[in-house]
């Protein structure tokens, strides 16, 4: 049986827009691209490619969170109140799960743990995961190419003051994201290789857009596996960053936090994130109401657009995407 979506591959041979991207955040900015693009029968020339870092493992699981954000957010399935799981999903499996003693403090949904179990089975067939999510993209009938950022497994580790080290989503979920973190490491990244499909992706990309995600736990994994920093920089294209914190303040999660407690500032700003990127990427995006840090950023030597970038609503997300194709395309 064939369902028509086989004959439409995201492939093109137009230059790609390239959008990383973690988990909630970045998937708004995603979407906005996707829809955009679609609304011009583009959609082909889109490739985000996906934090792996907060993946994790459970009983036998292999569970991709922010790659599912994204292919959930993308076919127009994501439970939109939380911004990940999927719509009107039920939690039997999970309680269930609780009633025989295992741990469920991280929800997944009945209908979530399809794609788990698919994953999982893919990968103990010998996929790569690439082709995996490939594969559960086009069953979602998603017309633009999802990528993780690496084939191989990398974990995000978080050093906080209070409970030492832990696995990124019991810092994030277990723990709600509470503790002071002191220092990141990734896991297996130094294994990490880039995938025969994110080097075609960037070969000569047409822009190469930061999502509006967490720069620490969401952007420097993807930048941590070997050779991904210089593939994107050795690209002509502009490198382009959203501004994940607007008034001070993270868009979503805990931003704005690590920031300070990194050290990295003493005030979480647009202006601390344009730094974090300085001298790495060129083009910069800002909010309105941050207007006043723009020449502070242009001397860092970005152009900087100013505009609205607090999505709401799907027609601010197709809208800022718009804005910034046009502005530095
Ligand atoms: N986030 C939560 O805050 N609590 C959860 O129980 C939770 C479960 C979950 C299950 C599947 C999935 O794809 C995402 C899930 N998330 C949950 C979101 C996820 O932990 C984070 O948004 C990302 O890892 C950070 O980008």
């Not at 691209?33 to 009983?59: A, C, M, P, W």
């Not at 914190?245 to 994130?273: D, N």
């Not at 242009?298 to 709401?312: I, Q, S």
């Amino acid at each position: 049986m064939t369902t028509g979506i086989e004959n439409s591959p995201p492939r093109e041979n137009s230059r790609k827009i390239i959008a990383l991207a973690g988990g909630v955040g970045g998937a708004k900015l995603a979407l906005g691209l996707y829809k955009h693009l679609q609304s011009q029968k583009r959609s082909g020339e889109l490739v985000i490619i996906g934090n792996t870092g907060d993946d994790l493992e459970y009983l036998g699981l292999q569970i991709s969170p922010d790659l599912d954000t994204l292919m959930y957010t993308l076919a127009g399935r994501v439970n939109t109140a939380n911004g990940w799981g999927l719509q009107d999903d039920t939690g039997n499996t999970l309680t269930m799960l609780g009633e025989y003693g295992q741990e469920n403090w991280f929800w997944l949904g009945d209908q979530d743990f399809a794609t788990h179990i698919v994953r999982t089975h893919l990968l103990s067939q010998g996929q790569r995961l690439t082709e995996v999510t490939e594969e559960l993209r086009r069953r979602l009938a998603i017309d633009c190419q999802l990528l993780p950022m690496c084939d191989e497994p990398v974990r995000t580790l978080v050093e906080t003051a209070e409970a030492g080290q832990l696995a990124f989503q019991e810092y994030f979920v277990k723990r709600r994201a509470n503790d002071t973190v002191i220092g990141l490491a990734f896991e297996g990244a130094a294994e990490a290789t880039i995938s025969p499909e994110i080097r075609q992706a960037l070969t000569d990309p047409a822009m190469i857009i930061f999502c509006p995600s967490n720069p620490y736990l969401s952007i420097r994994p993807i930048l941590a596996v070997p050779g991904m920093p210089e593939l994107l920089r050795s690209s002509a294209a502009n490198l382009v960053v959203v501004s994940p914190i607007v008034g001070g303040q993270a868009l979503k999660g805990p931003a704005a936090a690590i920031m300070s407690s990194l050290g990295q500032v003493e005030t979480p700003s647009a202006l601390g994130i344009a730094q974090v990127y300085a001298g790495f990427a060129q083009r910069f995006v800002l909010d309105t109401v941050d207007a006043d840090q723009k020449a502070a950023i242009e001397a860092l030597h970005f152009r900087v657009l100013v505009t609205n970038t607090v999505m709401k609503t799907d027609e601010d997300k197709v809208r800022l995407a718009q804005e910034i194709l046009q502005e530095f395309s």
